[in-house]
């Protein structure tokens, strides 16, 4: 599967961006989706998940309550809205999959199990 991440850009603390994250090459009925980031000089981190054949979501503490998943089965497209932006916010956000294991559960994430990923898109929160 091949994953196209859009949607990023740079806004004002406060404010609100929808990602995009189209998937091509297979559908996606059988995988978890998932979104992380990475800010400068910081490992790489997990935001939000979505199984796509149930609609469970989870996601990062930092994050709950801001920021919603949400995927579009006619469009082979997964969506992450971010509300209520903050500067901590601020990095290079991804999309990644894995597949769906029905045997374990949605959580924890383990970014490791994500084998495929796209290209990255910047988000940028200013003070």
């Known amino acids: 599967v091949q994953l196209q991440a859009s949607g990023g850009g740079l806004v004002q603390a406060g404010d609100s961006l929808r990602l995009s994250c189209a998937g091509s090459g297979d559908i996606l009925s059988n995988y978890v989706m998932g979104w992380f980031r990475q800010a400068a000089g910081k490992e790489r981190e997990f935001v939000a998940a979505t199984r796509w054949r149930d609609a469970a979501t989870y996601y990062a503490d930092s994050v709950k309550g801001r920021f919603a998943i949400s995927r579009d089965n006619a469009k082979n497209t997964v969506y992450l809205q971010m509300n209520t932006l903050k500067p901590e916010d601020t990095a290079v956000y991804y999309c990644?999959?894995?597949?769906?294991?029905?045997?374990?559960?949605?959580?924890?994430?383990?970014?490791?199990?994500?084998?495929?990923w796209g290209q990255g898109t910047q988000v940028t929160v200013s003070s």
């Open positions: 990644a999959i894995r597949a769906d294991d029905r045997r374990a559960p949605l959580a924890p994430i383990i970014i490791s199990a994500f084998n495929s």
